[in-house]
């Protein structure tokens, strides 16, 4: 399992949707307390939430590097603090919450190899921390890409990773 938070849910919950060997993606909150997780209190952006996908995994198909590429490469930006796209606040923070230690190691890694490479022009400002808990987004949140195809934030916001998925990594794109 790992939960990433990269701004809006929808986008990236449908990313790892279109994911092979992704069993489930659930959109949800991190990083609050249990009774500030709903989307009209962390929309106000001081619940200590951050909107966040819960992936499910087997990793006989898709190992948890393989999840983190996706998530730095399509997902999002890790590059824009406190927001992604016309989303601004630290609700949209870009954030691995961590399960292991083996997880801290190889996110912590993956950000320092790629700060190395200069892969971005600006440092990645992706937070690595640990996961106290995952709370599960309303029902209406969830496959939220799937039921507004024709939504305008849908079409400019979240469609362009899904296609950035299918060219970037086909061996890893499924249809959701």
């Keep these: 399992m790992a939960v990433l938070s990269g701004g809006c849910f929808w986008g990236v919950q449908a990313v790892y949707q279109h994911t092979r060997g992704v069993i489930s993606a659930t959109s949800g909150y991190t990083g609050g307390e249990a009774e500030t997780a709903h989307y009209e209190m962390v929309g106000g952006g ?3 939430h951050a909107e966040s996908v819960k992936v499910v995994f087997d990793p006989s198909q898709i190992t948890y ?5 996706i998530f730095f490469s399509v997902a999002h ?7 992604q796209g ?3 606040g630290p609700q949209y923070r870009s954030a691995v919450f961590f399960s292991s230690e083996e997880q801290k190691r190889i996110a912590q890694a993956y950000v320092a190899q790629l700060d190395a490479a200069k892969v971005y022009p600006q440092k990645i400002v992706t937070l690595v921390v640990p996961l106290k808990a995952f709370y599960p987004a309303e029902g209406y949140q969830q496959d939220y890409l799937k039921h ?6 849908i079409q400019i916001n979240d469609l362009p990773k899904i296609t950035g998925l299918k060219k970037q990594f086909p ?6």
Excluded: I
Excluded at 65 to 69: A, D, F, K, R
Excluded at 77 to 83: I, S
Excluded at 148 to 153: A, E, F, G, Q, T
Excluded at 171 to 176: A, G, H, M, N, S
């Design 65 to 69: 590097g393989q999840v983190l590429m």
């Design 46 to 48: 001081n619940t200590g």
């Design 148 to 153: 507004h195809l024709d939504s305008p934030y």
């Design 171 to 176: 061996q890893l794109y499924r249809e959701y």
């Design 77 to 83: 930006n890790p590059t824009e603090l406190d927001k």
């Design 86 to 88: 016309p989303d601004w």
